[in-house]
């Protein structure tokens, strides 16, 4: 039984495995030749790796940014990595966290198939993190490590991977020109609240991809020159800041700190141009073999992917959602250090991701000025959330590191309160989420027949 339970975990975990299969299981359901099905799930896999890639680089890169920052600042305090926090949990929580992700799958296809919320989450890593939180908080709550804790745990997972898509949709079809994918991030409340308050406060005339470049500067239109560009101005004023013979010591290893600082800007450049060949080859090849799922399976369903995969789409809004957010942190930080709170650092990894995608969201419906309201929006619910959420972590919160995007911290902070009441709270309050969202979908269905009839 554990074989098979670390066999599953290493398929789900794995994103680019597991849509190979689900590529190869939608091509043979289409009956489509052997040939094509072998093409279809090879560069379904393939492009993952490439999209994978890409992010490890832009990541990799952003890595000596948050060095040098610490450095120059001289702050210590608690940094937001999902990556750090679930690795700390896992030696504790590690089958528990299995068996939730195993539930919480299954209760996402059940919920795409007999509800309106047609959203199949497809991004490994992220359903693995939430189910890592989910068993910490319940846990914590003392619901015990049993089947009581795995079934509840995979009833809340499952049901928030499912609506939480649902939330962005209206923005994703804004951003995409179209409605055959969706958003698996966990940072989907962030991007929801970003579209809401471009929408109701932005100008949707004036994008962040219609920025007037004068004819002499028009090789800035080119992304891979700008970001290069850019990036190597912030990189550099940064090592000078953080001091020669900290890069060099440090981080360097010898080389000079502003040759150091271009390669680096350029190295996230690189990234980025990775990232966008993976995303062309994933649209390419897993919405038509999606379409066999679609059609058989789970009739009418949308693969939710992964964040980078609305990056091609606002390349300008990418960079203008990570520095605004990141800006947003650091203003916070130095609050929390006049407050005497817990102080958080900015994660930049983190303010990269998510900043660039609430301000993608924040474009869709309110151009610029929508842009930057969602970047900071999403920037204030990364910074300040985690002071929330610390305190239901159980030994977690001293932990030098916790979770880092908005639907780990949002729906966190619920649960580990409804845990603080009692474990009677925390069992109504799952049922009662999951049953919410049923009646929701039956409510939505009627109102739709309602206006066909009419």
């Not at 308050?197 to 470049?213: A, C, R």
Request: proline share 4%.
């Amino acid at each position: 039984m554990k074989w098979v339970l670390n066999l599953f975990v290493a398929i789900a975990t794995q994103p680019a495995i597991l849509m190979a299969l689900i590529a190869m299981t939608g091509l043979l359901l289409q009956k489509k030749k052997t040939t094509e099905v072998v093409q279809g799930t090879i560069k379904t896999f393939t492009g993952f790796l490439v999209l994978i890639g890409g992010s490890g680089i832009l990541s990799n890169s952003l890595a000596p940014f948050a060095s040098m920052f610490q450095s120059a600042l001289h702050v210590q305090g608690v940094v937001p990595s999902n990556e750090a926090v679930v690795a700390i949990a896992l030696v504790k929580y590690g089958s528990t966290t299995a068996l939730i992700m195993l539930v919480g799958m299954i209760i996402n296809i059940l919920l795409a198939r007999f509800t309106r919320f047609k959203y199949i989450f497809l991004t490994g890593q992220a359903m693995l993190y939430v189910s890592c939180l989910t068993a910490v908080i319940l846990i914590s709550a003392k619901l015990g490590n049993g089947w009581q804790t795995v079934l509840l745990g995979g009833i809340f997972e499952g049901t928030l991977l499912t609506v939480t898509p649902a939330l962005c949709q209206p923005f994703m079809k804004k951003i995409t020109d179209g409605d055959a994918v969706a958003m698996g991030h966990t940072g989907n409340i962030g991007y929801a609240a970003a579209g809401l308050v471009g929408k109701l406060f932005g100008n949707k005339e004036k994008s962040t991809e219609d920025l007037n470049i004068p004819k002499g500067l028009s090789f800035l239109r080119d992304s891979t020159v700008s970001i290069t560009l850019l990036m190597s101005v912030v990189y550099v004023a940064l090592t000078i800041v953080a001091g020669p013979h900290f890069v060099e010591t440090k981080l360097s290893g010898g080389t000079n700190y502003i040759i150091y600082a271009l390669v680096q800007a350029g190295t996230f450049a690189a990234g980025f141009v990775v990232v966008l060949q993976g995303v062309r080859m994933i649209l390419a090849e897993i919405v038509p073999a999606f379409q066999g799922i679609a059609k058989t399976l789970v009739p009418n369903s949308k693969p939710a992917l992964d964040v980078p995969i609305i990056f091609p789409y606002a390349p300008n809004a990418v960079l203008i959602g990570f520095f605004v957010s990141f800006i947003v942190g650091t203003l916070s930080m130095f609050l929390m250090l006049a407050m005497k709170t817990t102080v958080i650092i900015p994660g930049v990894v983190g303010h990269f991701f998510c900043g660039a995608a609430a301000a993608i969201y924040g474009n869709s419906e309110g151009g610029k000025r929508g842009a930057v309201l969602g970047a900071t929006v999403n920037g204030l619910l990364i910074s300040w959330l985690p002071l929330l959420i610390l305190p239901v972590l159980g030994t977690l919160k001293i932990a030098a590191s916790t979770f880092a995007d908005t639907d780990y911290l949002v729906p966190g902070i619920l649960l580990g309160n409804l845990g603080s009441v009692g474990t009677l709270a925390i069992v109504i309050g799952i049922i009662g989420f999951f049953v919410a969202v049923v009646a929701t979908s039956m409510i939505l269905n009627e109102k739709d027949k309602k206006k066909l009839m009419d």
